[in-house]
């Protein structure tokens, strides 16, 4: 104990001085920026922004008992997931689900905190752990391999186990290290099967669904090709990911593919569409061709026009390409050429809703990650509040009794909500000054990123811009992912696996046994439950409430809001 005795007696000394309101260095420290200026702001933003119950304590109380009666009430659903929805936000850290919420609400005029994007409704709530076998911090392709095929692998690789090092081609074609999709489990248990994304479908989050390969950029032949650092042979070795999303079993079983990236499957020759195959192979074409010799009834499109007069109940396959590489952001979309996220999970659902034995649906809002990696946070936001609208649809068309919906994210990014900003203050603003330099900051700015300079005053910014780089510290060309947790979503049969906190690859196992399908169709049901839905309610009776102490009451009710 003696050699801790002078630092502890230093530390409390100093924890003495922060409380009196010490300074060091002639700074004074506090948690805001107390001067008389904020002071007057806050209080005049109060009057402004703030509803007048706020203010009465009876109203939180109302609040808090509200939501612990909610709790109390909520259902335990169980028996089988006919059909699952599985949506990712790429890059949609928590502090873009906040700050995304608070955007949403002030497109409403109104302050925004107290919103909820649509999934933050569902009744259950976990944590996903998003580091991948060689990375603290996980890109879309091993977070993919994790939460699509339930295997963690190594960065930049997608449906490899972590014996395939990036580039290793010929580990990659070994069966031993190839991980199964979990939409390969769904198409065994005879269902069908789709993946949506507004980014190219060859991309590192779509291809988790049904790529094994070494590198994530090989999406076509010409980018092995070009690759510097791959060995020349690999193109003749293993096939690009265009290639296996044709080919291979997982792939050309879809039922559905919509999204960008039509260059990686058209000739090199095809200047128009900017075709980037080296190989000479039209696979949009073949695509169709392996269809149709199989009876099917299989449809290619490619604008918003073609797929909104699509019948879909006349289409058993149906390729979707709506952009030569990634499809646009919402706010600066020719919306006459390219669907939304929300048209395209519509008619996804349409089209898969035809077999009976249900569906598995992946959807990817990719472009909140694109935004993010250049510092355009108003694009990032815009891009959340666009996949929340695509799950409260999907979860307005189907229902909880027989359709699991999973919303999550593949890992975080350096985004932060910072300052003391006043409640409505602009969440795209910059309401607060900084007490040294007395210059503004923005609310939102980024730990590395494009728009990294030295401190300057950014009052004359119009950062209301959708493009404008909200600021960040270290100037890197690409700002990069976060290593945080990430929140997960869940409503319908077994959600209530999804609380927690838990490894990443645990979703698709979930997922699984939701569904009764793959791995978890190994195990036994619990419950009872046969293929149809049942409900059970977990609810804390009179009686037991009435024999608990205070403090366990106290701490149950802490327990059940944390
Ligand atoms: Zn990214």
Redesign the pocket.
């Known amino acids: 104990m003696q050699p801790y005795g002078v630092p502890c007696a230093f530390a409390l000394l100093i924890a003495i001085a922060l409380l009196l309101g010490a300074t060091t260095n002639g700074i004074e420290i506090r948690h805001t920026d107390n001067n008389v200026e904020n002071i007057a702001a806050r209080k005049q933003a109060s009057k402004n922004n703030i509803n007048p119950v706020e203010n009465d304590r009876q109203f939180w109380n109302n609040v808090g008992n509200d939501l612990l009666q909610k709790k109390l009430n909520v259902e335990r659903k169980y028996g089988v997931a006919k059909n699952v929805i599985f949506f990712i936000g ?2 949609m850290s928590i502090a873009t689900l906040t700050s995304a919420r608070i955007y949403m609400g002030q497109l409403q005029n109104k302050t925004g905190e107290n919103e909820m994007l649509s999934f933050e409704k569902f009744p259950y709530t976990g944590l996903s752990k998003t580091y991948c076998v060689d990375s603290q911090v996980a ?2 392709a091993c977070s993919a391999t994790a939460y699509l095929m339930g295997v963690k692998g190594n960065i930049e690789t997608i449906g490899v186990s972590g014996a395939v090092s990036n580039r290793d081609c010929l580990a990659s074609n070994d069966p031993a290290n190839q991980a199964v999709s979990s939409m390969r489990w769904a198409q065994q248990a005879g269902k069908r099967t789709g993946v949506v994304s507004n980014m190219r479908v060859t991309h590192a989050t779509p291809a988790g669904a049904y790529a094994n390969v070494a590198q994530r950029d090989w999406e076509c032949d010409g980018d092995m090709a070009t690759d510097k650092l791959a060995e020349k042979w690999c193109v003749t070795k293993s096939p690009d990911i265009a290639r296996q999303l044709i080919e291979r079993e997982t792939g050309r079983n879809l039922n559905v593919i919509m999204g960008g990236g039509r260059a990686k499957f058209l000739p090199n020759t095809d200047k128009d569409q900017q075709g980037q195959r080296q190989d000479g192979r039209n696979l949009t074409k073949e695509w169709l061709e392996i269809n149709r010799t199989s009876g099917a009834s299989s449809v290619y499109v490619t604008d918003r026009t073609q797929l909104k007069s699509l019948n879909t109940n006349e289409t058993d396959y149906l390729l979707g390409l709506f952009a030569t590489s990634h499809m646009s952001y919402n706010l600066l979309a020719n919306k006459s050429v390219e669907p939304t996220l929300v048209e395209m999970t519509e008619k996804a659902i349409e089209v898969l809703s035809k077999g009976d034995a249900g569906y598995y649906l992946f959807v990817e809002g990719g472009l909140i ?2 935004a ?2 250049s510092n355009m946070a108003q694009l990032a936001l815009d891009e959340a509040a666009m996949l929340s609208k695509a799950v409260g649809r999907a979860r307005e068309l189907t229902s909880p009794d027989d359709t699991l919906i999973v919303v999550t994210s593949d ?1 975080s990014h350096t985004m932060t909500i910072n300052g003391y900003p006043h409640r409505g203050s602009d969440i795209l603003g910059h309401p607060v000054t900084a007490s040294t330099d007395k210059m503004p900051y923005s609310t939102l700015s980024y730990a590395n990123g494009p728009s990294a300079r030295e401190r300057y005053n950014l009052s004359q910014d119009n950062t209301k811009e959708p493009q404008y780089q909200f600021p960040s510290m270290v100037n890197l060309t690409w700002e990069t ?1 976060g290593g945080e947790d990430v929140g997960v979503f869940a409503s319908g049969p077994w959600a209530h696996l999804f609380v927690g906190n838990y490894e990443q690859n645990y979703i698709p196992y979930a997922i699984s046994y939701a569904a009764n399908m793959g791995p978890g169709a190994e195990l036994e049901r619990k419950h009872g439950d046969n293929a149809n839905s049942s409900s059970t309610r977990i609810s804390v009776g009179p009686s037991l409430l009435q024999s608990m102490s205070l403090a366990t009451f106290t701490a149950l009710v802490a327990f059940l809001l944390q």
């Open positions: 790429d890059g890109d879309s990650d694109w993010h990696h890992h992912h």
